[in-house]
């Protein structure tokens, strides 16, 4: 079994539309997180949620909103999509501290036309 | 704030040889670091952490790393690397109270037979 799932794995979009990307785990952590990894490889952390209480929420187009129906789930809805969203967006969680060990998702590769 | 830089962005070894990719943090105390492995069209996954005590790391795949406080490093390394290391390498910093780990932009690792 897959301990963190995204979906779906690929997303191809025109502009301006508006998408969805799901993640769920079975590991039974408390916290899940959204990371999204640029053309470059460079990885930022855009949420945070433990508990189902949104604790990170770094500086990210209002566009972009987290949901989280309970603690093993976090999906991530964008609207209005534009060019520039255009990424691979990772989903991890983690248990316990902060800064324990991550599992992450194989991410979601969007493209947006 | 705490910052990660990875100086090499692309590493060329040939099979067998010694690895050691580099890694220098920036944070006013004792951080949490890590080096996490990402395979081609994968999440990443957990090499090795620092937390406290013994600066000498272990981690899987038979890599270790070393924190060297006087030069703010991390440094990963391995005696002798397999052609199924190759992949892209990211050094991690964490802080007390923060819930979301700083990834630095990565090195590539490419193995020549």
């Known amino acids: 079994d897959t301990a963190v799932s995204q979906t779906p794995k690929y997303l191809v979009t025109q502009m301006g539309n508006d998408k969805s990307i799901k993640c769920e785990q079975n590991l039974g952590h408390d916290t899940m997180y959204w990371y999204k990894q640029d053309s470059k490889k460079f990885l930022k952390i855009m949420f945070s949620?433990?508990?189902?209480?949104?604790?990170i929420n770094e500086t990210v187009p209002n566009r972009f909103s987290p949901k989280s129906p309970d603690k093993a789930h976090l999906n991530l809805h964008i609207n209005s999509l534009e060019l520039g969203d255009s990424a691979v967006y990772f989903c991890?969680?983690?248990?316990?501290?902060?800064?324990?060990?991550?599992?992450f998702g194989s991410g979601t590769q969007l493209s947006v036309l | 704030a705490q910052s990660v830089t990875q100086p090499d962005i692309h590493i060329t070894v040939s099979e067998g040889a010694s690895l050691e990719l580099r890694c220098n943090y920036s944070y006013g105390a004792t951080p949490y670091l890590f080096w996490y492995v990402q395979s081609p069209g994968q999440g990443l996954q957990l090499l090795l952490k620092y937390f406290s005590g013994d600066t000498l790391v272990q981690g899987i795949k038979g890599f270790e790393a070393e924190f060297k406080r006087s030069q703010s490093s991390f440094n990963l390394r391995k005696p002798s690397v397999h052609w199924s290391d190759a992949a892209e390498y990211f050094c991690?910093?964490?802080?007390?109270?923060?819930?979301?780990?700083?990834f630095g932009s990565g090195t590539r690792l490419q193995v020549q037979p």
């Open positions: 949620y433990n508990n189902k209480e949104l604790i």
């Open positions: 991690a910093v964490g802080a007390t109270g923060r819930r979301a780990l700083t």
């Open positions: 991890a969680s983690s248990q316990g501290r902060p800064n324990e060990k991550l599992f």
